[in-house]
C-alpha cells in the first residue's frame, strides 16, 4: 500500500466488530449445543464449571481470551476446559467475518448505513450460527434438534422476501429450495427406506436441507449435497484409515460401509462453503 493512501479504519473497526461480535455467538453456541440436548434452559442459570460447579466470573468468560489466560483450566478447581470452547469460538469468529466482508463495502458505502446489506448480513450470520449448532449437536447426538432446523425455511423465505435482489435468491427460487430440499428429500428417503429397508437420509437431515435450500436457493442444492457426500466419504475414509479399523472393531463392525456418521456436519459444511464461495463457483458450475 502506498504511503498516500491514507488507511480507512471504517473497514478495520468493522472487521474487529464482526469477529468479537461472532466470539460471542460461539461462546452462546457453546451453552446450547451442550444444554440443549439434555432439555436444559439455555439462559439459565449461567455457566459453571462442570467439575466444581462453581459459577464462572464474567471476566473468566470472555470467549477465547479467558481459555488462554487461565491456559484451558478452571480458575477454581483446575479442571482442564476441553479446547472444543475456544476453537468453536474462534471458528464461530472467523465465520463471522468471512460472512460479513463481501457486504461490509455495500454496509460502509452509504451515510446512513442501508438496512438491505445489514439485513443480508445479519440474515446470513444467524444461519451460519443456527448451522453451527446443529452440526455440533447432530455430531454429538445424532439429532438435528426441530426447534433449531424447522425456522430456517421460513426465516429463508422472509430474508428473500425482503432482500433478494441484493443478495442473488428471489423467493421463488428461496421457495423451490425448500420444497425441493425438504420435500424432495423426503420423497427419496421413503423410497430409500422402501428399497432398501434402511433409513439412509435422517428425517432431521432433511429438514436442515429445506433450510439451506430457502437460504441459498434451489440452484445451490445439487452442488451442496455432491460436495457434503463427497465430503463425508473421504471424512469416513481418512477415519478408517487413522482409526486401522480399531473403531470399528470396537463397534462390532465388519466394513466402513457399516459405519455410522451424521449427515448433518457435512450438509452444514457444503452449505457454509457454497454460501462464501458461490461468488466465485457460480460461473463455473454455469450457474
Ligand atoms: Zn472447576
Not at 471476566?59 to 476446559?81: F, M
Not at 442501508?114 to 455440533?136: H, K, N, S
Amino acid at each position: 500500500m502506498s504511503p498516500e493512501v491514507p488507511l480507512q479504519p471504517e473497514p478495520i473497526i468493522a472487521a474487529v466488530f464482526a469477529l468479537v461480535w461472532g466470539s460471542l455467538w460461539g461462546s452462546f453456541l457453546n451453552v446450547v449445543v451442550y444444554r440443549l440436548p439434555a432439555g436444559l434452559s439455555v439462559v439459565r442459570p449461567r455457566s459453571r464449571c462442570p467439575q466444581c460447579l462453581t459459577p464462572i466470573a464474567s471476566w473468566h468468560n470472555i470467549p477465547v481470551l479467558s481459555w488462554l489466560l487461565l491456559r484451558g483450566r478452571c480458575a477454581a478447581c483446575q479442571a482442564p476446559i476441553a479446547v472444543r470452547y475456544p476453537a468453536v469460538e474462534s471458528t464461530v469468529a472467523a465465520l463471522s467475518l468471512a460472512v460479513a466482508t463481501p457486504w461490509l463495502p455495500l454496509c460502509l458505502a452509504s451515510e446512513p448505513v442501508g438496512w438491505q446489506p445489514v439485513l443480508a448480513l445479519l440474515g446470513e450470520q444467524l444461519f451460519v450460527f443456527v448451522w453451527v449448532a446443529i452440526a455440533l449437536i447432530d455430531a454429538d447426538t445424532f439429532v438435528v434438534p426441530d426447534v433449531l432446523s424447522l425456522p430456517l425455511p421460513l426465516l429463508g423465505l422472509a430474508l428473500a422476501a425482503l432482500v433478494g435482489d441484493l443478495r442473488g435468491v428471489t423467493w421463488q427460487q428461496s421457495g423451490a429450495g425448500a420444497l425441493v430440499g425438504g420435500g424432495g428429500l423426503l420423497l427419496v428417503q421413503w423410497l430409500y427406506g422402501r428399497l432398501t429397508g434402511r433409513e439412509g437420509l435422517g428425517t432431521g437431515d432433511i429438514k436442515l436441507l429445506g433450510g439451506i435450500g430457502a437460504l441459498l436457493g434451489l440452484v445451490a442444492l445439487p452442488a451442496v449435497v455432491l460436495a457434503a457426500a463427497v465430503q463425508g466419504l473421504l471424512f469416513a475414509a481418512a477415519f478408517a484409515v487413522l482409526q486401522r479399523g480399531k473403531a470399528l472393531q470396537d463397534r462390532g463392525l465388519q466394513s466402513i460401509r457399516h459405519l455410522a456418521l451424521p449427515f448433518g456436519p457435512f450438509l452444514v459444511l457444503a452449505a457454509v462453503q457454497w454460501l462464501l464461495l458461490h461468488r466465485w463457483l457460480a460461473p463455473l458450475l454455469g450457474g
